[in-house]
């Protein structure tokens, strides 16, 4: 009997060694993020530098094709040094948390709007002004000369380096009550905005009842009458597939939507300067590649939407919209001062 016992002993002592032994290595299975990647590969590993890249598109958007295009030009000109990963709709994290973690080193690089990047620099929110820019030509004028080299340094003290403006595009109106030609035609009407200052004081200015509402929730909202309509580029209008539930769509072309490239400074300093070269290239190479995307958009969608039964008011009064504007325009002349002055003057 004591045999048998001390058979039994030994036997489960000799298991529960092989089972820890097992699962003992101490070593995590779980992937690295693209900045951790970063860092390693420029402490020597000799392995490549993998950035990523969040935006908020949806894979057949512009954005994404412009990222495969960065991404394509960026492994060309570096020989494979650095390598991109694209995270489209917000897979990495929501953009406010994109550009957050930008800032803290723990996201490389975003695709956001101007508008977002005003909440963590306020000069740049000049640009998100109403009926600023009267064709893209004008608006490229300025992000790509000396005024939006000005702006885009007063973010490296924010921890963040814009590399190319690239772009969202013109903003239209479009709502489900009727054809809308002069800001009167908006009186009363609820208009879905972003959570911007601008964009609520621009709509009140016009007479409607600006109503802000996020993204993801937009189309229940415009679906159960929340609000009666809504302002974004045409893609939106066909990709969300807001011509469901919007009968009219006013080109008033209100805000032009610029779409800054921006990348970690801290990710961005541990690249060396010919890596830095390198991709700032390839970003504005790729940049004006995304604007004619954008452009052709446009056309495409504005085709596609009146297929699909929504009518649109192609010209519109734009000389009220502007008139009714003028108050916005006085409110932030204090907050943007000689840099707006700059800005209308180099958009004309």
Not at 83 to 89: A, R, W
Request: net charge neutral; proline share 5%.
């Amino acid at each position: 009997m004591k045999k048998l016992l001390t058979s039994i002993i030994i036997i489960f002592v000799i298991s529960m060694l092989i089972l820890t032994g097992c699962g003992g290595t101490g070593q995590s299975s779980a992937p690295q993020s693209g900045n951790n990647q970063s860092q390693e590969s420029n402490q020597g590993s000799g392995s490549a530098v993998v950035l990523k890249l969040s935006h908020t598109g949806n894979p057949q958007h512009f954005y994404q094709k412009g990222a495969e295009k960065f991404a394509e030009l960026v492994n060309q000109k570096t020989n494979g040094q650095v390598k991109i990963e694209i995270y489209p709709s917000d897979s990495l994290a929501p953009q406010r948390e994109s550009v957050e973690g930008a800032q803290l080193g723990t996201i490389d690089m975003v695709l956001t709007s101007t508008m977002e990047l005003s909440n963590f620099e306020q000069s740049i929110g000049v640009f998100d002004l109403p009926f600023l820019f009267s064709s893209r030509e004008k608006a490229y004028a300025v992000f790509d000369g000396p005024i939006g080299q000005k702006v885009s340094k007063t973010f490296e003290n924010k921890g963040l380096v814009i590399l190319a403006y690239w772009e969202n595009g013109f903003r239209h109106i479009t709502n489900n009550k009727k054809p809308i030609n002069t800001p009167e035609d908006l009186k009363g009407m609820k208009i879905r905005v972003p959570e911007s200052s601008v964009f609520i004081d621009t709509f009140k200015a016009l007479g409607a009842s600006p109503t802000p509402i996020s993204f993801g929730e937009l189309y229940s909202a415009l679906q159960l009458g929340t609000v009666d309509g809504q302002e974004n580029p045409l893609a939106h209008l066909i990709n969300q597939k807001f011509y469901e539930v919007q009968k009219y769509c006013t080109l008033t072309g209100h805000f032009y939507t610029a779409e800054p490239l921006v990348i970690s400074k801290m990710v961005w300093d541990k690249l060396t300067p010919d890596q830095q070269k390198a991709i700032k290239d390839a970003a504005i190479e790729a940049g004006k590649y995304e604007r004619e995307l954008s452009k052709e958009a446009d056309d495409k969608y504005l085709q596609e939407a009146k297929d699909k039964g929504v009518q649109f008011v192609e010209k519109p009064d734009l000389a009220t919209f502007q008139k009714a504007v003028q108050p916005v325009y006085d409110k932030y002349q204090s907050k943007f001062g000689d840099l707006l002055k700059e800005v209308k003057a180099a958009a004309k």
